[in-house]
């Protein structure tokens, strides 16, 4: 017997031993999935075979390739959330010392080398709020599409393995099927390949993640900071960051 009706057959292959009717809708399904009808099977059995092990084999090559690019975009990823997270980190250092600079009270303070005003430091740190803003906003989409890719990177592992096993089943246990002429174990063979088949299918059909390159297009310019935004500003001038990062800071342009 064909293990576990190439692997996906599960309770469906049991049933397929004794209902005539789920029999019926089987053997349509699979012949819509594999073009082969019921007779075509029984009349040459060593060409399904050899089609289904070759229809598998692709599948097993371009999930391959699905999961090497989806590999690949990881790690750009990866990179794309280091260099934000320096950004951030980096502005988050300006802005605190602006912040401290604030606080002395005395103007024109200097800040890196360069005298500001009250006024243009408020206008500095306004901008350096909206810069932190894409930032955070950034790393946000970026672990989303992070988390997705790992998801999508185990389903295609698994389905890897799956196909894998099916096709060492099948050549093993090839010479039996033929005997048999696809009859008993055939039978939980024509119930397993259309479930395959087709979630191979719907694997490669979707793509792995948003690709990195629309993620940087959807993060634009940041905004020039105008005078609604100076209510945050003055917070955070006066209160610091919170734990939630810019997007904690009160702000009338915001609201």
């Known amino acids: 017997m064909l293990a576990s009706g190439m692997v996906l057959g599960g309770a469906a292959v049991g049933l397929y031993c004794y209902s005539p009717a789920l029999r019926a809708v089987v053997n349509q399904t699979a012949a819509q999935a594999t073009g082969w009808t019921e007779s075509a099977r029984q009349a040459d059995p060593a060409g399904y075979i050899e089609y289904v ?19 690949s975009e990881q790690e750009r990823l990866n990179a794309l959330q280091q260099t934000r997270q320096q950004q951030l980190t980096s502005s988050g250092r300006l802005l605190s010392g602006f912040r401290s600079a604030w606080q002395t009270g005395e103007f024109p303070v200097v800040v890196l080398g360069q005298s500001y005003s009250s006024e243009q430091l408020q206008s ?14 950034s790393l946000q989409r970026i672990r989303e599409a992070q988390e997705a890719s790992t998801e999508r990177l185990r389903e295609l592992t698994v389905q890897l393995e799956t196909i894998g096993t099916s096709l060492s089943l099948l050549d093993t246990q090839k010479e039996l099927l033929i005997s048999e002429r696809l009859e008993t174990s055939g039978g939980q063979l024509v119930a397993g390949v259309d ?61």
């Open 53 to 71: 092990r070759r229809q598998l084999r692709d599948d097993l090559a371009a999930i391959r390739d699905s999961r090497a690019q989806l590999q």
């Open 124 to 137: 500095q740190v306004a901008l350096l709020l909206e810069e932190q803003t894409g930032y955070e906003a």
């Open 195 to 255: 479930a395959l088949l087709n979630h191979n299918q719907e694997l490669l059909s979707v793509g792995p993640v948003r690709p990195l390159d629309d993620l940087v297009a959807a993060e634009g310019t940041p905004a020039v900071a105008g005078s609604r935004s100076m209510a945050r500003v003055l917070e955070y001038l006066r209160n610091g960051l919170p734990d939630a990062g810019v997007a904690g800071l009160t702000s009338a342009a915001i609201r």
